[in-house]
T-cell receptor
Framework: GEDVEQSLFLSVREGDSSVINCTYT??????LYWYKQEPGAGLQLLTY?????DMKQDQRLTVLLNKKDKHLSLRIADTQTGDSAIYFCAESPVGYNKLIFGAGTRLAVHP | DAGVIQSPRHEVTEMGQEVTLRCKPISGHNSLFWYRQTMMRGLELLIY????????DSGMPEDRFSAKMPNASFSTLKIQPSEPRDSAVYFCASSFRRLPLGEQYFGPGTRLTVT
C-alpha cells in the first residue's frame, strides 16, 4: 500500500545541521519530494530527487536517497531560524497523478 | 502569476450551515487537488480533478462533502451541513500533468471553524 512515514518533531540549535528522515513504500515512484510549510501558509516545493539518483545538493540542502531501503533524507546545513517550519516528504507512484505525503516533521530552530 | 487563489481565507460558521470554499488554479494547469489539514490527521487528500473531471474522491469524508470543477479556472468544495469536526485548514493545489514530475502549487488555504 501507499504509506510515507516521518518523525514528527526535530529540534536543533541555530548553525547546526538538521537531518529529516522519511521512509516510503512505493518503489515505482519516479520522483520524491520535500515540501516546506511555513506558519499560516500552504506547502511549497523545496526540492526533489529523481529516483535514479543517490544524492542531490542545492545550496544548503542535501537530499539523500537509498532506494534499496526506501529511505529519503533532507539535510539542511547551517540551520537558521527562518528554516523553522514543517517539512513534508512525498512520493508520486507511477500511474497516479497525485502525491502521497507523510505526516510532516516540525523543525524547531533555537538559539 | 498570482498563484493558486483561495477564498475565503477564514470562515467561521455555525453547525448545520452550508459552507462553500473556492479555488482558482494557476492558469494553464490541468490538475486540481483539495486537501484538508488538521493537527490530529495531518494532511489528507480529499479529491482531485484532471481536466475538470474528478478522478479520485476516495478521500472525501462523507456525503456531506461535495466538490465541483465547472471549468478549468474554478473549483468549489462544499460542506452541507457543516459539523464542528470539519474545522480544519482546507488547501487547494494545482499542477500541470506533465509526468513524471508532478510538482503541485498550493494555495494559502482556508481556515474553517465550525462552532
Amino acid at each position: 500500500g501507499e504509506d510515507v512515514e516521518q518523525s514528527l518533531f526535530l529540534s536543533v540549535r541555530e548553525g547546526d545541521s538538521s537531518v529529516i528522515n522519511c521512509t516510503y513504500t512505493d518503489s515505482s515512484s519516479t520522483y520524491l519530494y520535500w515540501y516546506k510549510q511555513e506558519p499560516g501558509a500552504g506547502l511549497q516545493l523545496l526540492t526533489y530527487i529523481f529516483s535514479n539518483m543517490d544524492m542531490k545538493q542545492d545550496q544548503r540542502l542535501t537530499v539523500l536517497l537509498n532506494k534499496k531501503d526506501k529511505h529519503l533524507s533532507l539535510r539542511i546545513a547551517d540551520t537558521q531560524t527562518g528554516d523553522s517550519a514543517i517539512y513534508f516528504c512525498a512520493e508520486s507512484p507511477v500511474g497516479y497523478n497525485k502525491l502521497i505525503f507523510g505526516a510532516g516533521t516540525r523543525l524547531a530552530v533555537h538559539p | 502569476d498570482a498563484g493558486v487563489i483561495q477564498s475565503p481565507r477564514h470562515e467561521v460558521t455555525e453547525m448545520g450551515q452550508e459552507v462553500t470554499l473556492r479555488c482558482k488554479p494557476i492558469s494553464g494547469h490541468n490538475s486540481l487537488f483539495w486537501y484538508r489539514q488538521t493537527m490530529m490527521r495531518g494532511l489528507e487528500l480529499l479529491i482531485y480533478f484532471n481536466n475538470n473531471v474528478p478522478i479520485d474522491d476516495s478521500g472525501m469524508p462523507e456525503d456531506r462533502f461535495s466538490a465541483k470543477m465547472p471549468n478549468a479556472s474554478f473549483s468549489t468544495l462544499k460542506i452541507q451541513p457543516s459539523e464542528p469536526r470539519d474545522s480544519a485548514v482546507y488547501f487547494c493545489a494545482s499542477s500541470f500533468r506533465r509526468l513524471p514530475l508532478g510538482e503541485q502549487y498550493f494555495g494559502p488555504g482556508t481556515r474553517l471553524t465550525v462552532t
